[in-house]
């Protein structure tokens, strides 16, 4: 166990559909990350937060958007969802500021979304 | 240009033999990171070891040690004395430097599955 929750685990949709994937980071993480996993692109980056404020953003597509709460945890707005978004979306944090290597991102199970 | 290159799309290794799961990456940074994670199939993903760009030492953790050689760009992952429990995918992974937001960058993956 990462220490990283995601809900759902599983979500099943339609096209054309608004989902909001959850994550909460380890305790003590100020760095959240998203990553989508799909067959044809692998793992790629989509985007960061640190301490609330975007850092950096990967290939992630304008219908995607995110947010970081005072709280830390982080949610993946997902709209006008295609068949080819379906995929498995983790989130990832790092940045433990009580820890000795901050650099090392600890994954979530990750949500798997299919677009029907 | 892809920055992290695994070869190897699948390997076999017998129970308890040694294997290594090749690695390249390219970059102009000097200083980054490069990490492996397991993924088995039920999905999630399974830090495994870091190396710092600037580490003198191999990083070895328990039966997992990363063979970098940083002249000739290669951080190879070799798991001693495989186990059953070791089937799984294996992903290289580079974080790039802080103005990208520490964001990795993931190879395509190496199948492997240890034989009984």
């Known amino acids: 166990d990462s220490g990283v929750t995601q809900t759902p685990k599983h979500l099943i949709t339609a096209t054309g559909q608004r989902v909001t994937l959850r994550c909460s980071p380890r305790?003590?993480?100020?760095?959240v990350y998203w990553y989508q996993q799909s067959l044809d692109q692998g793992l790629q980056f989509l985007i960061q937060?640190?301490?609330?404020?975007?850092?950096a953003k990967g290939n992630i597509l304008e219908r995607f958007s995110a947010q970081q709460f005072p709280d830390l945890h982080s949610e993946l707005n997902l709209s006008s969802l295609e068949l080819g978004d379906s995929a498995l979306y983790f989130c990832?944090?790092?940045?433990?500021?009580?820890?000795?290597?901050?650099?090392?991102?600890?994954f979530g199970p990750g949500t798997r979304l299919t677009v029907l | 240009a892809q920055k992290i290159t695994q070869t190897q799309p699948g390997m076999f290794v017998q129970e308890k033999e040694a294997v290594t799961l090749d690695c390249t990456y390219d970059?102009?940074?000097?200083?980054?990171?490069l990490f492996w994670y397991k993924q088995p199939s039920s999905g999630e993903m399974i830090f495994l070891i870091y190396q710092g760009s600037y580490d003198e030492q191999n990083a070895t953790e328990g039966r997992y040690s990363l063979n970098f050689q940083k002249a000739r760009k290669s951080a190879n992952l070799v798991i001693s004395a495989s186990q059953l429990g070791d089937s799984a995918m294996y992903f290289c992974a580079m974080r790039e430097g802080v103005e990208y937001g520490n964001k990795l960058v993931f190879g395509a993956g190496t199948i492997l599955r240890v034989k009984s």
């Open positions: 305790s003590g993480d100020l760095s």
């Open positions: 990832a944090s790092s940045g433990n500021v009580w820890a000795g290597n901050t650099d090392t991102q600890y």
């Open positions: 937060y640190y301490n609330g404020e975007e850092r």
């Open positions: 970059t102009s940074d000097q200083s980054y990171g």
